[in-house]
């Protein structure tokens, strides 16, 4: 059973870039999130997707960000004209929805840590 | 709204012995769920246990229990027989009620820093 994997694990940047991660879920979860953690804080939600759909997306992702699931399986978070702010570490977690089951736990990669020179 | 509050940056445990991660909530929902995570230096967030609202057993997974105290809005998890293997950040979250959009996202405390001394 293989985890939830991104790519890449490290990205350095100058700013004004555009970077782009992937995130591929575990092979049976329909629910995949984005999430940002900056250095000594919890992890803040970004966005979520229930297989190709994006149902939520944070007030934190400003119109530089943009996520997709094209077919329900891999997601992409794309940052245009990266700002210093922006550096951070972004993890991916994916979940099995399947009611009546309820409170299946998300499960994370190791995420991507972005620096913004 | 609903907050963590996870009140100790860093906890300092001699190997073999218990230790208690505090973690307080706030939320005006009923329903609502509760998880510990590990995150090693590696970075990786482990899923550890998960408490239910209406769950009147409080969780175990092995080593891991969560003392839920739902007057006292407080979930801490304790760990029994400490590892050195044990030491990393440990974060508290929560979920919002079923079937709900608070219940899609997880909402993090800031963590506490646990190193296991040998």
């Known amino acids: 059973d293989t985890g939830v994997s991104q790519d890449p694990r490290h990205k350095i940047t100058k700013r004004g870039q555009n970077v782009t991660f992937r995130c591929d879920p575990i092979?049976?979860?329909?629910?995949l999130y984005w999430y940002r953690q900056t250095l000594g804080q919890g992890p803040e939600f970004l966005t979520y997707?229930?297989?190709?759909?994006?149902?939520?997306k944070s007030r934190l992702l400003s119109d530089r960000f943009s996520a997709e699931r094209p077919k329900g399986s891999f997601s992409t978070l794309e940052i245009q004209r990266t700002e210093q702010g922006d550096s951070a570490m972004y993890l991916c977690?994916?979940?099995?929805?399947?009611?009546?089951?309820?409170?299946?736990?998300?499960?994370f990669g190791d995420g991507t840590r972005l620096s913004i020179l | 709204a609903q907050k963590i509050t996870q009140t100790q940056p860093g906890m300092f445990v001699q190997e073999k012995e218990a230790v208690t991660l505090d973690c307080t909530y706030d939320t005006s929902d009923q329903s609502y769920g509760l998880f510990w995570y590990k995150q090693p230096s590696s970075g990786e967030m482990i899923f550890l246990i998960y408490q239910g609202s209406y769950d009147e057993q409080n969780a175990t997974e092995g080593r891991y229990s969560l003392n839920f105290q739902k007057a006292r809005k407080s979930a801490n998890l304790v760990i029994s027989a400490s590892q050195l293997g044990d030491s990393a950040m440990y974060f508290c979250?929560?979920?919002?009620?079923?079937?709900?959009?608070?219940?899609?996202?997880?909402?993090f405390g800031q963590g506490t820093r646990l190193t296991i001394n040998p």
């Open positions: 092979s049976e979860h329909n629910r």
């Open positions: 979250a929560m979920r919002g009620p079923y079937r709900t959009q608070g219940a899609q996202k997880l909402v």
């Open positions: 977690a994916s979940s099995l929805y399947s009611p009546p089951l309820a409170n299946q736990p998300q499960h």
């Open positions: 997707f229930q297989n190709e759909a994006q149902l939520e």
